[in-house]
Nanobody
Framework: QVQLVESGGGLVQAGGSLRVSCAAS????????MGWFRQAPGKEREFVAA????????YYADSVKGRFTISRDNAKNTVYLQMNSLKPEDTAVYYC????????????????WGQGTQVTVSL
């Protein structure tokens, strides 16, 4: 059974920091890449960040580059997203997912989604 369990969300003031975690089953965690996505109310789910299993190269959406950091702990089958300098527009439900790699670059999510974790950034 593929499982993804996100945690660590909460309410934070603009400019603050938060770290969300994603515990994945072994099979999922051993995918070519793991990624974070988010979905704000009334909007489509969007890509936030990804990290490759081999080499650990990271990728970010332009909107979070320089503020967010994705990392992974292979011993714990866990992926993290450290979010700094948070803005109200970062408010969303954050999800993690396994990702396929095409031509060496994480391209799209595969498999099932977890329940997500709510991040709310207030003014």
């Amino acid at each position: 059974q593929v499982q993804l369990v996100e945690s660590g969300g909460g309410l934070v003031q603009a400019g603050g920091s938060l770290r969300v975690s994603c515990a994945a089953s072994g099979r999922t965690f051993n995918s070519d890449a793991m990624g974070w996505f988010r979905q704000a109310p009334g909007k489509e789910r969007e890509f936030v960040a990804a990290i490759k299993r081999i080499g650990g190269r990271t990728y970010y959406a332009d909107s979070v580059k320089g503020r967010f950091t994705i990392s992974r702990d292979n011993a714990k089958n866990t992926v993290y997203l450290q979010m700094n300098s948070l803005k109200p527009e970062d408010t969303a439900v954050y999800y993690c997912a396994a990702m396929r790699v095409v031509a060496g670059t994480p391209s799209s999510p595969i498999g099932s989604w977890g329940q997500g974790t709510q991040v709310t950034v207030s003014l």
